[in-house]
């Protein structure tokens, strides 16, 4: 079993390459590719297509912030939730734990970094089969919160591992 210290590392890495992957396409989404307005779009392959939406909410758009303190209520909030994930992986010991909780605290500073910017969470990856849209449009740090609270969910209900020797 590798150390506590080497799966820090791990999902320091970790949490820090979906923030910065989060933010470059962010980027090159409303810069170089042009989505300069919401609603604009930029089609890929028949079923998937880049189309800019701004998500004053929080998840599933939910709770939206329609005016500048509750902006920076709902900020406030996210800020201390994804503190509390930073301080739960920093403290895991199991590493598949810790993988969860770093794609989970990567996709959080990247949706953070939005709203505390912008006042919204840019939104763009669009998958659909004509008028239907198994997701609503959503960005890497959506996907990668969506799949590191999976991997939470499947150790906790399917995976059963005796308590980890750390070593100092």
Request: aromatic content about 12%.
């Amino acid at each position: 079993m590798l150390s506590k210290t080497n799966n820090r590392t791990l999902a320091i890495s970790i949490a820090a390459a979906i923030y910065i992957f989060d933010q470059l396409t962010k980027y090159w989404v409303t810069g170089p590719l042009g989505l300069a307005y919401e609603g604009a779009t930029y089609d890929i392959i028949s079923f998937f297509q880049f189309t800019l939406t701004h998500n004053e909410g929080i998840a599933l758009g939910l709770f939206p912030a329609d005016s500048g303190t509750e902006r920076w209520i709902l900020t406030g909030i996210l800020a201390c939730i994804t503190v509390g994930v930073g301080y739960w992986m920093f403290t895991e010991k199991v590493r598949g734990d810790a993988i969860g909780l770093a794609m989970v605290l990567g996709g959080a500073l990247g949706n953070l970094t939005d709203r505390a910017r912008f006042g919204y969470v840019i939104d763009f990856a669009d998958l659909h089969f004509g008028d239907f849209r198994p997701f609503l449009i959503f960005n890497i740090a959506d996907a990668a919160i969506t799949v590191g609270v999976l991997i939470l969910l499947a150790r906790a209900l399917l995976v059963r591992e005796p308590e980890p020797k750390v070593e100092s």
